[in-house]
C-alpha cells in the first residue's frame, strides 16, 4: 500500500491553510467581510484536516517537522494539536467505548451535542493532560499560545481600531465550540451510503479534502495513515472496511 503524498502534494497539503489564512487577512484589511468572514470557516476546517493528518504522521514529515506542524495547525482553530493528538488517537483505539472522550458526542442526541459541545470541548483538554502527562509541557504551552493570541488581537483592535484579528478569533472560537458536531456527530452518524457522504466523495476527488475528511470517515477509522487528501483513493484502490464499525445506532 504506497497512498503517500508525492513532495508538490506534501507542499499544497502544508501551504493551504496559512494561503487561506493571507488571502483572508487581505479581504479583511479590504473591509470585504461578507468575503472574509466565510472564508475563516473554510481556514479552520483547512486547519483541521492539516492537523488531523499531523495527528496521523501522514504527511510524510520528519518527527520534529509533524510536531511543528501540530502545533501550528492547532492554534488556528485555538487548539493544543499535540492535546488533541492524545484524545483523537485514544478515539481511534477504543472508538465509541467508554474510554473515549473524544467520541462521547457520537453517542449523544443531536440537542445534547449542541448544548453541551462547547464544555466538552474545554473538557477534552483537561483528558489530554490526564491520558497522557508526557506530554503536559507542550500541551500548556499551546493552550498558554492560544491565550497569548487572543491578548494580541485584543491589543490590536485596541492600538489601531483593526478588528480582523478579533473576528477571526470569533469565528475559529465558534467553530472550535461546534467541533461535536462537525467533526464527531456528524461523521459517526452518516453512512457512507448516504447520498450527501457520496456527493462529498465525489467532490473530494475534484476539490477538497475537507469534504474527503466527511466523505471517508469510515475508511480513514481503518487505515489512518492514509493522508486525507488520498483518501479517495484509498476508496476505490483499497480493501473497503465493514460499514458498520464506527457508527452508532
Not at 475528511?213 to 476508496?235: E, I
Request: charged content about 10%.
Amino acid at each position: 500500500m504506497n497512498l503517500q503524498l508525492t513532495p508538490a502534494q506534501r507542499r499544497i497539503e502544508l501551504a493551504r491553510p496559512w494561503v487561506l489564512l493571507g488571502i483572508y487577512v487581505l479581504l479583511a484589511m479590504a473591509g470585504w467581510w461578507w468575503l472574509a468572514v466565510p472564508l475563516v470557516v473554510v481556514v479552520c476546517l483547512a486547519a483541521f484536516v492539516q492537523m488531523h493528518d499531523a495527528m496521523h504522521n501522514a504527511l510524510g514529515l520528519s518527527k520534529a517537522a509533524n510536531k511543528r506542524v501540530l502545533s501550528l495547525s492547532g492554534l488556528l482553530i485555538l487548539k493544543s494539536g499535540h492535546g488533541l493528538q492524545v484524545t483523537h488517537l485514544r478515539h481511534h483505539g477504543r472508538c465509541l467505548t467508554e474510554a473515549d472522550p473524544e467520541g462521547a458526542p457520537a453517542t449523544w442526541s443531536f440537542g445534547r451535542v449542541l448544548w453541551q459541545g462547547p464544555w466538552h470541548t474545554l473538557m477534552l483538554r483537561r483528558e489530554a493532560l490526564r491520558i497522557a502527562p508526557n506530554t503536559k509541557q507542550i500541551q500548556l504551552l499551546e493552550t498558554a499560545s492560544t491565550l497569548a493570541l487572543l491578548a494580541g488581537f485584543v491589543a490590536l483592535y485596541w492600538l489601531t481600531g483593526s478588528p480582523v484579528g478579533l473576528v477571526y478569533w470569533a469565528v475559529a472560537f465558534f467553530m472550535s465550540a461546534t467541533m461535536p458536531i462537525w467533526a464527531s456527530y456528524v461523521p459517526h452518524h452518516v453512512s457512507s451510503r448516504n447520498p450527501v457522504a457520496r456527493t462529498a466523495a465525489a467532490l473530494a476527488q475534484a476539490w477538497t479534502p475537507i469534504t474527503a475528511s466527511f466523505a471517508f470517515h469510515h475508511l480513514h477509522h481503518h487505515y489512518p495513515r492514509v493522508p486525507t487528501a488520498l483518501l479517495y483513493r484509498a476508496a476505490a484502490e483499497l480493501p473497503p472496511p465493514p460499514e458498520e464499525e464506527h457508527h452508532h445506532h
